[in-house]
């Protein structure tokens, strides 16, 4: 496609629960970044993905946090055990590549997770 | 020390008024850096792309590095309402880092 497209933009879960967000990269793009945003404050980043290779994980809480990008099916992001502050908006980004002018990034408009 | 900081606002200017957005980074070695705008409830969009040093222009638009102190600032001529966003500088990398942002309001 030609934007990238997050779903579901909503989603409560209660403590503990498990939530998974989708993410479907524009076409043609190598790279997927996952950042996370809670309370309009800075972006944190998650993981990133070369193909459905992981690129870079340093980010990634590996306790409870997993993420997937498989060929032919949109990326994945998704978060065992909930807990409270866990709540945030998560953006997915993708990009041609990461360095120089094709580095720019190009956002979904988020999926924003609450936890009760 | 954070790579890119930002002081968060709110700036409030009215309509019209030259806007001045900064931000500060850590290492003298970075050279590229981007300027992100997000609208509320959507996510963010590249609004301008610089190298190193000296001022890129595109329209109402100037972003300026200053390596010698390590400033980025974005400048807004002839602001308008619709320029109500929250601006991010960024420092392209391998894993592109942001500051937190800073929210403008242009009120009419």
């Known amino acids: 496609g030609e934007e990238v497209a997050q779903t579901p933009k909503h989603l409560v879960r209660g403590e503990g629960q498990k939530a998974k967000l989708y993410c479907a990269p524009i076409k043609g793009h190598s790279y997927v970044f996952w950042y996370q945003q809670v309370l309009k404050n800075e972006f944190k980043f998650l993981i990133s993905f070369q193909n459905e290779n992981v690129f870079d994980e340093t980010g990634m809480p590996k306790e409870r946090f997993s993420a997937k990008c498989l060929p032919n099916s949109p990326c994945s992001l998704e978060i065992q055990a909930t807990k409270l502050e866990d709540s945030a908006v998560y953006f997915c980004?993708?990009?041609?590549?990461?360095?120089?002018?094709?580095?720019?990034?190009?956002f979904g408009e988020g999926s924003r997770l609450t936890v009760l | 020390q954070k790579e890119v900081e930002q002081d968060p606002g709110p700036l409030s200017v009215p309509e019209g008024a030259i806007v001045s957005l900064n931000c500060t980074y850590s290492?003298?070695?970075?050279?590229?850096f981007m300027w992100y705008r997000q609208y509320s409830r959507k996510g963010p969009e590249l609004l301008m792309y610089t190298y190193s040093s000296g001022n890129k222009e595109d329209g109402r638009f100037t972003a300026q590095v200053d390596k010698s102190s390590k400033y980025i600032s974005l400048f807004i001529r002839d602001s308008q309402p619709s320029d109500s966003a929250t601006y991010l500088c960024?420092?392209?990398?391998?894993?592109?880092?942001f500051g937190r942002g800073t929210s403008l309001i242009v009120h009419p």
């Open positions: 290492n003298s070695a970075f050279q590229y």
């Open positions: 960024a420092r392209e990398s391998y894993i592109p880092t």
């Open positions: 980004a993708s990009s041609q590549s990461v360095q120089g002018n094709t580095g720019e990034l190009f």
